[in-house]
């Protein structure tokens, strides 16, 4: 207690270093070489995905806008948290400066803020487009997708520049050792020496805010959307309603499963190797996955494809 009372006297760590997810060698570079071919396949669905959206016309409607933005931002989301990632299984730990890793932090909660939202905006979306179908071009017209896009993006930084300010103001005066793959929240308060109940505060009310807020926008959207399929009259409108939104839900189920486990709570997390597990789930997994789940599955997607490859051979 007597470094927090002192900042003074207090050593700085100018660096961490990040065990990442293996010691062993001949683990390493197995997993380096799956980890390295799930990145380049993430890069290469989600630009196709952003690549179909902007060149049919068809595809330009607000599930497709939302769904475009969601792609571009797993890009990014992949791409603040692999480098890391394959570097420590590449040397077997990877060494981040302060900055650095404070940089990475930003980005990362900045984007994870960003998904929630937008998550809860694609479930809004569904929502209208079944329970108030007729009234779906006015609520969804183009200013309103623009907007709760914008809004999305411009939350995730307002909330990233709080939390990242706050953990960055801490003293970090050793051991300078992160039992995980990036910078994640939890393991840097773990290696914090001063108090870091006011930064566990600021952590647990933006993830009730923005994890439990959206989650229950999502929750609500499809509450509804239940009744109103529930109500209709034919065995094939039912399954054709189902069929539009179980895809989201499978994404929002396994994203929300691991984030709220992680972050919406009030305290440190001792668990570090479920913790790192977890993280591979949706920095790695869902980024990869919600391509094909939403897009490549989907008719219109897929006839846009075809003509494109036909294009392509013309």
Known sequence: MESSLEPANVTRVQHFVLLGLSTRLSTRDALFAVFLAL???????????????????????????????????????????????????????????????????FFFISLICTECTLLASMAYDRYVAICRPLHYPLLMRPQVCLGLALSSWLGGLVVSVIKTACIASLSYCGPNVLNHFFCDVSPLLNLSCTHVALTELVDFISAIVILWGSLL??????????????????????????????????????????????????????????????????????????????????????????????????
Not at 242 to 249: G, I, M, V
Not at 268 to 289: F, G, H, Q, W
Request: hydrophobic share 50%; glycine share 4%.
């Open 39 to 105: 990145y380049l396949l993430t890069l290469l669905e989600n630009t196709l995905i952003i690549y179909l959206i902007c060149r049919h016309t068809e595809l330009r409607k607000p599930m497709y806008f939302f769904l475009g933005n969601l792609s571009g931002l797993e890009m990014c989301y992949v791409s603040v948290t692999m480098p890391t990632l394959l570097m420590g299984l590449w040397t077997g730990h990877c060494h981040v400066p302060f900055t650095v890793c404070m940089t990475q932090l």
């Open 217 to 314: 926008v999502a929750m609500a959207s499809y509450v509804a959307i239940g009744r109103a399929v529930l109500r209709m009259p034919s065995a094939a409108a039912r399954h054709k309603a189902f069929s539009t939104c179980a895809s989201h839900l499978v994404v929002v189920g396994i994203f929300y499963s691991a984030t709220i486990f992680i972050y919406a709570r009030p305290s440190r997390i001792e668990a570090m190797d479920l913790n790192k597990i977890l993280s591979v789930i949706y920095t790695v997994v869902t980024p990869m996955c919600n391509p094909v789940i939403y897009c490549l599955r989907n008719r219109e997607v897929q006839a846009a494809f075809r003509r494109t490859l036909w294009w392509s051979r013309g």
